[in-house]
């Protein structure tokens, strides 16, 4: 599987459409959008209908700035799935998610984000590959050193030293797009607006 993973779009139109695009020349299977989709629930068109044009399937999760409304409006409008505290299967690959962060308009304690984690990692933990999606990065990650008011979630780190996953897709901290990492065996991932090819 080849997939197509970004976040922070934040409303960009324009930066949807050059996505899907990539996502289509790089023959992706399936498009991951790791929160902060929009800013406002008021400004949504164009962010996930060119990825459909193109004919790809698509997972999303909320960010700190769409918040849980946006995401699911988004995920029914468009007939997507928000994998917020869920998790789906492709052939023996699992990916699960918690959108929202530890700051910003609703904000997730952090063992509520365990929980959440857990709960759809609990439906997929047979599979072969485990894909963990969240908006906000771990606690004592590469990526918590390139922003001083941006923290890392404990929640986050704790699903990585317990559930052990294959990949962790996040975003969140623009400044540190592009960064990859190793914690604990868990290959960690800033996706960052510019989006990621990962092949699984």
Known sequence: MKILAAGDIHGDSLLA?????????????????????????????????????????????????????????????????????ISVKY?????????????GLEQLQEDEIFKLLKKGFDKIKYLKKRIMVTHVHPTGSKIEKFSDFVPGSEGVEKAINKLKPDILLCSHVHEADGIEERLDNTRVINV?????IIKI
């Open 17 to 85: 459409s050059k996505l899907a695009d990539k996502a289509e020349k790089e023959k992706a299977d399936l498009i991951i959008l790791c929160g902060d989709i929009t800013d406002s629930i008021e400004k949504t068109e164009g962010l996930v209908g060119p990825f459909l044009e193109k004919k790809k399937k698509v997972l999303l999760i909320p960010g700190n700035h769409d918040g849980f409304a946006s995401a699911d409006f988004l995920a029914e409008f468009y007939g997507i799935k928000n994998i917020h505290g």
């Open 91 to 103: 052939e023996d690959i699992g990916i699960f998610g918690c959108g929202g962060a530890n700051i």
């Open 192 to 196: 960052g607006r510019n989006g990621r």
